[in-house]
């Protein structure tokens, strides 16, 4: 038999790249019906309030106005936009509209109207009498505050996570390994600080935005940009409280979600505007909306305490994490969870580990998910304390890693006691530093004319799939002269996964990528998918894919060997025809595929899913070359070099372009991404002007490689890719900083003005 | 308020508010490769060309395209692909949402400048954001599709 092209490993162009280059109207609001009502919100402009009084009359007599909607009209079962697998772990603390104000830019009220002209004048015709509250918007001081964001008795925490309202509590939690105190007080070198990330905005390039209409049967069909249709199914029937019969979701085309849309942000605006007036609505957030009230990063400050023995081993972390949730708890109990799971595992000569935890609720923007999910976080703060241990060493922080750093083979305590079954850490390090020139360039160089190079490290890991809670589905048919219909629950939000899971597919029925045909997500028709979040695609509906074909096969041979009057056994197939193993007989794919239409009780036709009881972490290694203008302290990125390992990659352009992308997103964080807030509450950072996205002026030489690993649980060897790639940059630019400079900032972003404040108090 | 213009090479009339934006009275007319990212001129995203020269139509009153050429993506839909397809093939076309916008910067640096170098072409298109690529990839593409000829 002739060798056939294989899939699984070959760059092929995704299979939607064409209507995206040509600009084919595929995307949310390119589809949304032209007599969609359109939906606003009116924002609160104080932290913390009360709705004594809200007048709408003007604004619902204004013409063109179809509604307007206040807290009165809404159901009063709190719920949780949280994307997460029922029962979740993020607390029902929300309503559609509620009478307490908890951040400037929380909604007071919905307008819906023919036209955005209308609706923006009706807006400003709605008059509200609010009792003007004492905000918490400090979040070290949110616990046990007097001042209560969730007051409220309906307010209710569906899992054991620690959280309590009545203290401002979200999560709370504390685990540990062995005797940290005393091996601390043991240890020739503990290094204690405190590191601090900001609420970074995910800034995918297509805002939030969702349209809703009422079908033939009258159900509420959402049409939405979103990583999560099965729990936006589950969140709008909440929030509206009817019956999750009464609603499909469909995704699109969507333009990024980085995390962002892991949370039903604007979902349920347009839903409840429908099923209340009956009418299709839409609405699409402004840029502004999707700065000051949407779901970025958690604030996190990290304090570490990390002991090392004289030689540099590690003995010991311990490692509080205190995280800002927000006005609301969407992701608080799981994001901070990560930032000590999935950045203590990278050492394995660490003895003895606590992490604790607490998630506070303040009168800020609610957070949520955004690609690292916590782990980007625990590893700035982790990272840039093994970079400050090996400077107290006097140590190359290479050499401190590779004596530290976790192997194939070792048992991960901090890590649910998982084992690394596959792990190229050590070789990702290997070859960054060839890449990079490590050795000739560290710490630093003086070049001469007042500006020094200088590089800086950083490892990361992440997970591939919530073991034991994600649910991934994939079923496939079978049609006429022989194709295949791959239906997912997964959603390819840029990332390529309708393509990538094709190639999985194609591999395992032997037979070309174009003979399979893609569908993405509607909640009416695809297989149950938890969604695409947790870097969970690749891994977990990847063996989905695995399983649905291998079913596939079976059922193929089945009906082939009975058409040739054989039995299975009889029989084999090598993804154009089904075969006799000792004669001639077969019958091909094609006629299998037609001859099922007529006669047939046995359907071709499969759906299968998948979970894993582990999480295998991919892990990465990034270093950063910069120069800095030692009179202004202004620095450039110079070089970035990430080396990956995701197992095995199926995809390896796809994956490149992923790891490039996580790095710039990283970078961005590093360097130009703040989030600041007046004394008042409010986000300064509220468009693009002022929320510095990096430029393609901005990200320097960034260079990617792939060191493979095979894992033994994910289809052909696979982890995960999505995540763990914007881990390293902020730790290792924050080193390259300190090498250059000998100072280390410790909160995010680096910029000239840190560097040089620092520079100015340690001469004093 | 009514104007004439020529979209993709034919004449379309429209009424108009004297407030509306090009942006918006462009996906009216049904081009829908004309994405809006921001309210601010700062994304890239709405790239049209007005009389050949790139143009944020998130900034331009639809007023102003009274007796102008005014050309999309949807008018350039070979060269688009043509190009297209060597951001596909590095990977780098990805959610897509940016690629109209950047595309039609990319067609008018090739027609404007000839034989750019790496920085100049950074710098040309330094007002196209992107979100998912890191820019590596697109820079990729963009300089094998400028030196496809040479290689031909």
Same mark, same amino acid.
């Given at each position: ?6 899939? #699984? ?6 299979? %939607?790249?064409?209507?995206? #280059? ?115 918007? %400090?979040?070290?001081?949110?616990? !046990? ?264 083979? !070792? #048992? ?33 160089? %003086? ?32 049609? %006429? ?32 990528? !174009? ?141 490149? #372009? ?107 | ?152």
């Amino acid at each position: 038999m002739e060798k056939k092209e294989t899939f #699984v490993g070959s760059s092929v162009s995704k299979k %939607d790249y064409r209507a995206l #280059v040509t600009g084919k109207p595929v995307y949310t609001d390119d589809i949304a019906p032209r007599d969609c009502l359109v939906v606003k919100v009116l924002r609160c402009p104080h932290a913390h309030a009360w709705i004594e009084e809200i007048d709408t009359s003007k604004a619902a007599a204004y013409p063109g106005i179809e509604a307007v909607f206040t807290w009165e009209d809404c159901s009063q079962k709190r719920f949780t936009l949280a994307g997460q697998t029922y029962p979740e772990p993020s607390p029902y603390d929300r309503l559609v509209l509620d009478r307490r104000m908890r951040f400037v830019g929380d909604a007071a009220a919905i307008v819906a109207g023919a036209t955005e002209e209308a609706v923006d004048r009706a807006l400003k015709l709605i008059k509200i009498k609010y009792q003007v509250l004492e905000p918490v918007l %400090d979040f070290r001081t949110a616990k !046990d505050n007097p001042v209560l964001i969730h007051p409220e008795d309906s307010w209710q925490s569906l899992c054991t996570v620690g959280a309590d309202n009545k203290r401002n509590l979200c999560a709370a939690g504390e685990e540990a390994h062995g005797d940290v105190d005393s091996i601390l007080a043991s240890c020739d070198h503990v290094i204690e600080r405190t590191y601090h990330c900001k609420a970074n905005q995910q800034a995918m390039m297509e805002t939030f935005r969702t349209y809703a209409e009422l079908d033939a049967y009258g159900r509420l069909v959402v049409t939405s940009s979103t990583q999560i249709p099965f729990h936006v199914r589950r969140i709008v029937a909440n929030a509206l409280d009817i019956p999750k019969s009464k609603v499909r979701v469909i995704k699109p085309r969507i333009g990024g979600g980085f995390g962002a849309k892991q949370t039903a942000v604007s979902e349920m605006y347009p839903a409840f505007v429908t099923w209340k007036t009956g009418k299709p609505s839409k609405m699409i957030f402004s840029r502004y909306e999707s700065q000051i009230a949407s779901s970025p990063r958690h604030e996190m400050e990290v304090t570490v305490r990390l002991g090392a023995d004289k030689n540099g081993v590690f003995q010991a972390v311990d490692l509080y994490t205190l995280s800002n949730t927000g006005a609301f708890g969407e992701h608080g109990p799981t994001t901070v969870g990560l930032s000590g799971h999935k950045s203590i595992p990278l050492y394995s000569t660490i003895k003895a580990f606590r992490f604790h935890y607490d998630v506070v609720y303040t009168n800020t923007m609610s957070a949520g998910a955004y690609r690292g999910y916590g782990a980007t976080q625990g590893i700035f703060a982790l990272e840039s304390a093994v970079n400050e241990m090996a400077m107290e060493l006097h140590m190359d922080p290479v050499k401190l890693r590779e004596m530290n750093m976790v192997h194939e083979g !070792d #048992v991960m305590p901090a890590y649910y006691g998982e084992t690394a079954n596959s792990c190229a850490l050590d070789r990702c390090m290997k070859r960054a530093k060839e890449m990079i020139g490590w050795d000739e360039k560290w710490p630093c160089k %003086d070049m001469g004319n007042g500006k020094v190079r200088a590089v800086g490290v950083a490892m990361a890991m992440q997970g591939s799939s919530i073991s034991k809670v994600d649910v991934a589905g994939a079923t496939l048919k079978l049609n %006429d002269d022989g194709f295949y219909s791959l239906m997912i629950g997964a959603s390819d939000m840029g990332t390529g996964c309708d393509t990538t899971l094709a190639q999985v597919a194609a591999d395992c029925l032997g037979c070309d990528l !174009d003979n399979i045909v893609t569908h993405g997500v509607d909640t009416d028709v695809s297989p149950y998918d938890s969604g695409s979040y947790a870097s969970s695609t690749a891994y977990l509906t990847g063996m989905a894919v695995v399983k649905a074909s291998q079913s596939m096969v079976e059922k193929i041979k089945e009906k082939g060997a009975e058409y040739l009057g054989l039995t299975a056994d009889d029989v084999d197939f090598d993804g154009d025809r089904v075969y006799c193993v000792d004669g001639d007989a077969f019958i091909s794919l094609k006629d299998i595929g037609n001859q099922v239409m007529c006669n047939n009780g046995k359907a071709l036709e499969v759906t299968e899913s998948h979970s894993s009881p582990v999480s295998p972490p991919p892990f990465m290694v990034g270093m950063a070359e910069i120069e800095l203008d030692k009179e202004t302290c202004a620095f450039e990125l110079v070089d970035y070099v990430g080396v990956i390992d995701c197992g095995t990659p199926i995809n390896p352009n796809l994956v490149r #372009v992923q790891t490039e992308g996580g790095l710039g997103q990283g970078i961005g964080m590093a360097m130009f991404e703040d989030v600041t807030r007046s004394e008042r509450g409010r986000v300064y950072e509220n468009s693009f002007m002022q929320y510095k996205l990096p430029t393609r002026m901005d990200t320097g030489n960034i260079r990617v490689e792939i060191e493979s690993s095979y894992e033994p649980t994910g289809p052909f060897g696979v982890k995960s890719v999505g995540e763990v790639v914007i881990n390293t940059p902020s730790p290792a630019i924050a080193g390259a900083v300190a090498a250059a400079t000998g100072v280390q900032i410790r909160e995010l972003p680096v910029t000239p003005e840190k560097i040089f404040r620092e520079l100015a108090s340690s001469i004093k | 308020m009514n104007i004439e213009m020529t979209l993709n090479g034919k004449l379309a009339k429209a009424e108009i508010e004297p407030g509306t934006l090009l942006l918006d009275l462009l996906r009216s007319l049904g081009c829908y490769s004309v994405k809006r990212g921001c309210e601010t001129s700062n994304c890239g995203l709405c790239t049209v060309w007005m009389d050949g020269v790139p143009t944020l139509s998130c900034s331009v009153l639809a007023a102003r395209a009274d007796g102008h050429e005014i050309t999309t993506l949807e008018g350039v839909r070979e060269e688009a692909e043509a190009f297209g397809a060597f951001l596909a093939a590095e990977g780098a076309d990805q959610c897509g949402f940016c690629s109209p916008g950047l595309i039609m910067n990319v067609l008018a640096m090739e027609r404007e400048l000839e034989s750019p170098a790496m920085d100049e072409i950074r710098e040309y298109l330094a007002g196209n954001l992107c979100r998912c690529t890191g820019y590596a990839g697109q820079m990729r593409a963009i300089e094998k599709y400028l030196n496809r000829k040479k290689e031909a």
